[in-house]
C-alpha cells in the first residue's frame, strides 16, 4: 500500500467473514499500516445492516478517527431461509428485502455515515460488490436479488463519489469484484472447488486499491484491476 501515507488508519466492516477476515490479516501484518480496525455483528462497536442505528452508532462510536482505508466486506448471497432464485416463480419479498438490506442498503448507509471519516490527505472507500452485478454481463441470468442488489450498489457508490468529489478531493470511492473466492458465501456453489484463498483475492484487491487515484472514484473494478462493465 505504497501510495498510502507512512503508519496508514484501516478499517474493514464485515471482518468476521472469510474476504474481511483476509484483508484484516493482510494490513495487520503490513509494516506500513499503523492500526486496522475490523466491525462486524458481534465486535463492540457493532455493526448490523438490519439494524439502521448500529451503523450510526459504530461511526459515531470511532468518530475522531480518520481512516485512509475503508472496505466493506460484508453481503449476503443465501441464509438459512433462503438459495439464489433460479427462476421468477422463487422470487419473495422476504428474500429481495433480506438480501438489498444486507448487500445495498447497509453498504450505503456505511457510506453516509462513514465518509467523514475518511482523511482528507488521502483515503480510499471500497465496497465490495460481484460481476453478477454487472447489467452489461448478465449472460446466464438467475440470481434475482443477489445481481439486483449489487447492481444497486454500484449505482449507490457511483452517486456518492460524485458527491463526496466536491467536497472531499482526494477520497476514492469505488465498488470492487473479488473473483471467485472459497468462503461461506460461495460454499453451497462449488466455492470451495472453483473459488481462490480469499488471502490471494485480498492480495490482489489490496494492490487495486493502491492504484487508486481520485479520478478512478466511482468506477467498477475487478480483482485485476479492469474496469467492469455497469
Ligand atoms: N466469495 C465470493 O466468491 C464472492 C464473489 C463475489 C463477491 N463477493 C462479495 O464479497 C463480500 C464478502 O464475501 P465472503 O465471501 O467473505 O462471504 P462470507 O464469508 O459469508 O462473509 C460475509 C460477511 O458479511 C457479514 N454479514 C452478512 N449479513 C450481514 C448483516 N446483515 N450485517 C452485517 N454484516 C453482515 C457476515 O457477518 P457474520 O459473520 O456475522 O455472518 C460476514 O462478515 C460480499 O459482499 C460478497 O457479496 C464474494
Known amino acids: 500500500m505504497s501510495s498510502l501515507p507512512n503508519q496508514f488508519h484501516a478499517l474493514v466492516i464485515g471482518a468476521s467473514g472469510t474476504i474481511g477476515a483476509a484483508f484484516v490479516d493482510l494490513l495487520s501484518s503490513s509494516p506500513r499500516c499503523a492500526s486496522v480496525r475490523g466491525l462486524h455483528r458481534h465486535s463492540t462497536p457493532c455493526l448490523d445492516f438490519t439494524d439502521e442505528n448500529?451503523?450510526?452508532?459504530?461511526?459515531q462510536a470511532l468518530g475522531s478517527d480518520r481512516?485512509?482505508?475503508i472496505i466493506n466486506a460484508a453481503g449476503v448471497l443465501h441464509s438459512d431461509a433462503f438459495m439464489p432464485e433460479k427462476r421468477?416463480?422463487?422470487l419473495t419479498y422476504m428474500q429481495m428485502q433480506a438480501t438489498f438490506q444486507a448487500n445495498t442498503f447497509g453498504p450505503a448507509m456505511?457510506?453516509?455515515?462513514f465518509v467523514a471519516l475518511l482523511d482528507s490527505e488521502r483515503a480510499i472507500m471500497a465496497m465490495l460488490s460481484a460481476k453478477v452485478g454487472s447489467i452489461g454481463d448478465n449472460r446466464l441470468g438467475g440470481w434475482y436479488s443477489y445481481r439486483?442488489?449489487?447492481?444497486?450498489l454500484n449505482m449507490m457508490v457511483k452517486t456518492a463519489a460524485i458527491e463526496v468529489a466536491r467536497s472531499q478531493k482526494n477520497s476514492v470511492l469505488v465498488a470492487l469484484h473479488p473473483g471467485t473466492v472459497?468462503?461461506?458465501?460461495?460454499?453451497?456453489?462449488?466455492g470451495e472447488t472453483i473459488g481462490r484463498p480469499a488471502r490471494d483475492a485480498a492480495i490482489d484487491m489490496l494492490d487495486v486499491i493502491d492504484a487508486l487515484m481520485p479520478a478512478d472514484s466511482g468506477s467498477f473494478r475487478s480483482y485485476n484491476g479492469s474496469e467492469l462493465p455497469w
Open 110 to 113: 456505511v457510506m453516509r455515515h
Open 67 to 69: 481512516y485512509h482505508l
Open 88 to 90: 421468477l416463480a422463487d
Open 54 to 59: 448500529s451503523i450510526a452508532q459504530a461511526a
Open 182 to 190: 472459497s468462503s461461506r458465501l460461495s460454499q453451497p456453489f462449488r
Open 148 to 152: 439486483a442488489s449489487k447492481a444497486a
